[in-house]
């Protein structure tokens, strides 16, 4: 028995296949090409299917779970990822199922990969046995789902939790979903990486832009990166307290790519949390890292689709050397 998974994201498109033990037998990986045309994503996808399909694994493929950037609509099937937009009502579970290489009466199981994530830090991670918990992914975008009773709770579409889109600022900078001063735009790799530009901050020579190299001059005390990672903690902060107030958190676990900075961000969070989160029943609240790092979202699609399938899930997975 094989469980199959796939994680759409802004910056990566990846694939994985689950044995029955646990183990990560196989994983495929392509960048996004995320302001291409909805064919060439469409594209990406396959390939990443093809070179799962190609493992001899496949052939004992049971399920198929599907974590993509939201927002998603699990009951039709479509994707609508705002940093991916080409895909608006995109019919990816169709596009998914239809390819020559999925077996005949698997239908792919799709949910908000931050809700995959969720999933997964539930099961495995570190919100293991938590009884309400907020699990957040800091990439490319900001998501996020919901432990509500001890149950992960994807909501009606598949898109609760998504945290990323709660409005922090409310004369803040235009986000793409339409709304103003959303958190993703203010604690996004992209954000982050954008205001240190902003404030003069330059990434060593030959090197990206990005908040990997934010999060090292932050860590080398740059003033500027330092200041780009505050203000994505505060609206992480912010954010996470409102959350809180809503449905009394136990727990916020934080993964994704600019969550591997580690405490460049989860201190100043921290920090401003206790600025934030001031009721009585809010004080209490735990933030810490996700326990699974990146692959998070692979291991909570699969186990998600092996649930749906009401087939067990898979053990505890382990990476193949």
């Known amino acids: 028995m094989v469980y199959g998974a796939l994680d759409i994201g802004g910056t990566k498109i990846a694939?994985?296949?689950?044995?029955?033990?646990?183990?990560?037998?196989?994983?495929?990986?392509?960048?996004?090409?995320?302001?291409?045309?909805?064919?060439?994503?469409?594209d990406v996808v396959s390939q990443v299917v093809e070179e799962l399909?190609?493992?001899?694994?496949?052939?004992?493929?049971?399920?198929?779970?599907?974590?993509?950037?939201?927002?998603?609509?699990?009951?039709?099937?479509?994707?609508?990822?705002?940093n991916i937009p080409a895909w608006r009502a995109f019919p990816l579970v169709e596009r998914v199922m239809t390819h020559p290489a999925v077996p005949a009466g698997i239908r792919?199981?799709?949910?908000?990969?931050?809700?995959?994530?969720t999933a997964a830090e539930h099961w495995l991670g570190a919100a293991r046995g938590a009884t309400n918990a907020l699990?957040?992914?800091v990439s490319t975008g900001v998501g996020g789902g919901l432990v509500l009773g001890g149950t992960v709770h994807p909501g009606t579409t598949g898109n609760a939790g998504h945290i990323g889109h709660i409005t922090v600022d409310q004369h803040g900078p235009l986000c793409p979903c339409?709304?103003?001063?959303?958190?993703?735009?203010?604690?996004?790799?992209?954000?982050?990486?954008?205001?240190?530009?902003?404030?003069?901050?330059?990434?060593?020579?030959?090197?990206?832009?990005?908040?990997?190299?934010v999060a090292a001059a932050a860590r080398a005390g740059d003033a500027r990166a330092l200041d780009a990672f505050d203000r994505a903690a505060r609206a992480l902060a912010a954010a996470v307290a409102a959350t809180a107030a809503l449905v009394e958190l136990d727990l916020v676990v934080i993964g994704g790519g600019v969550a591997q900075s580690g405490d460049t961000l989860l201190t100043p969070l921290r920090h401003h949390l206790a600025s934030y989160a001031v009721l009585d029943f809010t004080r209490t609240v735990r933030v810490l890292p996700a326990?699974?790092?990146?692959?998070?979202?692979?291991?909570?699609?699969?186990?998600?689709?092996?649930?749906?399938?009401?087939l067990p899930p898979p053990a505890l997975p382990r990476r193949v050397s």
Do not use: K, N, Y
């Open 15 to 42: 694939g994985a296949l689950v044995d029955a033990d646990g183990r990560l037998v196989a994983r495929a990986q392509r960048p996004t090409p995320a302001r291409e045309s909805a064919e060439v994503l469409a």
């Open 178 to 213: 339409g709304a103003r001063g959303c958190v993703e735009r203010f604690a996004s790799g992209t954000a982050i990486a954008a205001h240190a530009l902003e404030a003069g901050w330059t990434p060593p020579p030959g090197a990206p832009a990005t908040a990997r190299e």
């Open 108 to 117: 792919p199981v799709l949910v908000g990969d931050a809700v995959a994530m």
């Open 291 to 310: 326990a699974l790092a990146l692959d998070a979202g692979l291991i909570g699609a699969a186990a998600i689709a092996a649930a749906d399938s009401r």
């Open 135 to 137: 699990c957040m992914v």
């Open 53 to 82: 399909a190609a493992h001899p694994a496949w052939t004992a493929l049971s399920c198929l779970g599907i974590g993509s950037a939201g927002p998603v609509d699990t009951v039709a099937g479509t994707v609508s990822p705002v």
